[in-house]
């Protein structure tokens, strides 16, 4: 039943749409400066229309900042985001597989030490782990970027909620018909819990694509640098020339802003899921 | 008798591979973990208890870090500077937020039309790089040239130097971080208000509560844990706040900027000091785990926050 349906929502609607268009406002501008001709930047009363000067971009393309081209930069981030999203959700959902499913000695004592570690902040294990790749001779490599991010308590978590989902009877049945552990993880179990695996893959691709401190301490070496690094040492290289600045911004910003546009529905669902659940 | 213990020891064979292949499963996610996640956090302990420049040699100097960091100056001027914005930061960062999406949220929540719309423009900004995004507010901060002063120059107001200026750099922070994370926080709110009844708001409505009633007398109380937990990691999240300190002003000017958090990264990244770094990441570690502490003992409920570590 619905009541003050009749109720005018003027004020609410006014409200929505003025802080939905000072939200979205930073991407216009983003797009609109890296258009603008590096004359009409400095302007009062600012131009608020772009120019469309599609040489901005051109010129953002050649310029190579640290010696290496982009095409590089925009490379390592593709890969490294693919192989860690790749690592993660292959070794996540095993263990949560494990966790779900089978019984072992110690089980529930490593599971709940997995979950402790959620609660230690990041920053506390910035330095060893700096010296732990150094040790091992990582620093300035892919692996930096990808192992230690190669299994996630999160998707573990996630990935062991949904195969506890499945019903009992498959797995006895299976087991009935000779189908080894193994199996039944990869043919049958991995299959149903899909819609999970690939929410937690879009939050792992997402968190590699924006992932800054890390890779700034560990990779100084521009080859392989990520896409956030590169632009970082760019604001260095051209502090006043905001239309490059603008342009490769928005060329960092737009996979994301795609991506999340197309999925919109399993991030936010991820989202509210994860706090109802918590 | 005999087809018994066959049986029986089919059956122990069975567990044994049940038990290898579990450890078999668990062992990759185990050894990452474990490498990158549980050895650091023990062994930041032990590095803090040394002077130590990375690369360098380690002389064993007890609680030394901790002494010049709380309490010998001039280091621990320094770190209480730096505790000082970072409540500063909190104070203001936490309540705007929170007033700001819960506010958004129970408007999201009327039966309004583009819903969707409107809650994908707020949380977009969540989900996008923050170097990149920094880029523009940076522009937009812009002292002579921004669109900011700009606008505040055609209303007739005073206009400021915002990232570079004292104490205006601050505020800037606030904005911008307020600007990437108010979608989040009101994705939380909106998920809990899906959860407070709807019979009990409309009932209350029929008795002739007006909105502000049923917000304040209905709505409010059984939201509270929602809002509690939003607070919570709120509260973690601005205490561990640095990057955009280190893409934005560099903790400047006169680091009135300078976090505990970019402290911590400027001691050990710039400066090389990974003994003291570490004691100060113990201390930053000290404050959050209190702040869980008192989470788990008000709800009993885990606090995640790990997760998205690498990125901000």
């Known amino acids: 039943m619905k009541i003050n349906l009749k109720k005018s929502y003027f004020f609410t609607y006014l409200i929505l749409i003025t802080v939905t268009i000072i939200m979205v406002f930073p991407f216009y501008w983003m797009i609109v400066t890296s258009l603008s001709k590096p004359e009409n930047l400095f302007r009062y009363p600012p131009k608020l229309w772009p120019d469309f000067q599609w040489k901005n971009y051109v010129d953002m393309w050649k310029s190579n900042p640290q010696g290496v081209p982009w095409t590089r930069y925009i490379l390592n981030t593709i890969f490294v985001a693919v192989s860690t999203t790749l690592l993660s959700l292959f070794n996540s959902s095993l263990a949560g597989f494990a966790f779900a499913r089978l019984k072992f000695p110690l089980k529930n004592q490593i599971f709940m030490l997995i979950l402790g570690i959620m609660m230690i902040p990041g920053e506390l294990m910035l330095i060893p782990n700096y010296l732990t790749l150094y040790r091992l001779g990582w620093l300035n490599s892919y692996q930096a970027l990808i192992i230690p991010f190669g299994a996630s308590v999160f998707g573990i978590f996630l990935t ?98 795609i991506l999340f546009l197309i999925f919109q529905t399993q991030f936010i669902e991820g989202i509210s899921r994860g706090a109802i659940k918590g | 008798m005999e087809e018994a213990q066959v049986l029986a020891g089919l059956k122990r064979r069975k567990t044994i591979l049940e038990y290898l292949t579990s450890y078999g499963f668990i062992t990759p996610a185990l050894i990452i973990l474990g490498v990158f996640a549980i050895f650091p956090t023990i062994f930041v302990f032990y590095l803090s208890l040394f002077d130590w420049s990375m690369i360098g040699g380690k002389t064993f100097i007890g609680l030394q870090n901790y002494i010049n960091l709380l309490i010998k100056p001039p280091y621990s001027a320094d770190f209480w500077h730096a505790a000082l914005v970072t409540l500063e930061y909190v104070a203001l960062q936490v309540p705007i937020t929170m007033a700001l999406s819960l506010f958004l949220a129970t408007l999201l929540m009327k ?79 909106m998920a809990g208000l899906t959860a407070v009844s709807k019979e009990l708001q409309e009932a209350a409505q029929i008795d002739g509560a007006n909105s502000w009633g049923v917000f304040w007398h209905v709505t409010w109380p059984l939201l509270s844990p929602t809002t509690f937990y939003i607070f919570i990691i709120s509260l973690i999240g601005a205490f561990r706040m640095f990057t955009p300190v280190l893409v934005l002003t560099q903790g400047g000017p006169y680091n009135s900027t300078t976090t505990i958090g970019y402290m911590l990264y400027r001691e050990a990244f710039q400066y090389w000091k990974s003994g003291f770094a570490s004691a100060i990441a113990v201390v930053l570690f000290g404050i959050i785990f209190t702040i869980t502490l008192i989470q788990f003992r008000v709800t009993g409920r885990r606090v995640f926050y790990s997760e998205g570590s690498e990125g901000e």
């Open chain 1, 160 to 257: 062991r909620q949904a195969f506890k989902q499945i019903p009992n009877e498959l797995w006895e049945a299976a087991q009935i018909d000779g189908c080894s552990i193994g199996r039944f993880y990869f043919n049958i179990a991995l299959p149903i819990i899909r819609p999970t695996l690939f929410a937690f893959a879009l939050f792992v691709f997402l968190g590699s694509w924006n992932a800054f401190l890390w890779p700034l301490i560990v990779n100084t070496d521009p080859r392989f640098m990520p896409l956030e690094v590169a632009l970082y040492s760019f604001i260095g290289a051209e502090s006043t020339n905001w239309q490059l600045l603008a342009a490769a911004a928005t060329m960092a910003t737009a996979p994301v802003l």
């Open chain 2, 111 to 189: 039966p309004i039309r583009f819903r969707s719309f409107f809650r994908l423009g707020i949380f977009v900004a969540y989900v996008t790089p923050l170097v990149a995004t920094s880029i523009v507010w940076e522009w937009i901060f812009h002292p002579d040239y921004g669109i900011l002063n700009s606008l505040l120059k055609l209303l007739h107001l005073p206009t400021s130097p915002w990232l570079i200026g004292f104490p205006s750099a601050l505020f800037a922070i606030v904005i911008y971080t307020t600007w990437h994370d108010l979608g989040y926080s009101t994705i939380l709110f």
